[in-house]
C-alpha cells in the first residue's frame, strides 16, 4: 500500500513559477514510477508527466514540456514538479499518481495509487 500526498499548489501570476511535492509512505516507493495529472474544471483528468523509478526515464505531455520537470528524490520519497512559465490555462488540481507495470507510460487507468491533488491557480 502506498499513500501519496500532494502539497505546494497555490495562486500565482501567469509567467511564474510553483513546485510541486508529492510525499509517499511506504518502504516501496522507489518501485514505482511516478506521475502528475491534473484536472480542470469541467475537463477529464489528463496526464502531465511521468517519471520512471530509477529516474532514467521521463515524459511530458506536449503542452508542459520545456516549461516543467519531473525529479524525484527515492531517500525521500518524494517526487516533484517544477512548473515554470507558468499560464492561465495551466489552473487546475494537480494530482500525484504511482504505479509498477513494466512500462514508463501508462493509461492512466494503470496507475495503482492517487494523492487527494493540489489546486494550482494562475491567474492572468
Known amino acids: 500500500q502506498v499513500q501519496l500526498v500532494e502539497s505546494g499548489g497555490g495562486l500565482v501570476q501567469a509567467g511564474g513559477s510553483l513546485r510541486l511535492s508529492c510525499a509517499a509512505s511506504?518502504?516501496?516507493?522507489?518501485?514505482?514510477?511516478m506521475g502528475w495529472f491534473r484536472q480542470a474544471p469541467g475537463k477529464e483528468r489528463e496526464f502531465v508527466a511521468v517519471i520512471s523509478w530509477s529516474g532514467g526515464s521521463i515524459y511530458y505531455a506536449d503542452s508542459v514540456k520545456g516549461r516543467f520537470t519531473i525529479s524525484r528524490d527515492n531517500a525521500k520519497n518524494t517526487v516533484y514538479l517544477q512548473m515554470n512559465s507558468l499560464k492561465p490555462e495551466d489552473t487546475a488540481v494537480y494530482y500525484c499518481?504511482?504505479?509498477?507495470?513494466?512500462?514508463?507510460?501508462?493509461?492512466?487507468?494503470?496507475?495503482?495509487?492517487w494523492g487527494q491533488g493540489t489546486q494550482v491557480t494562475v491567474s492572468s
Open positions: 499518481a504511482a504505479h509498477k507495470r513494466a512500462s514508463t507510460v501508462v493509461p492512466v487507468e494503470s496507475y495503482d495509487y
Open positions: 511506504g518502504r516501496t516507493f522507489s518501485r514505482y514510477a
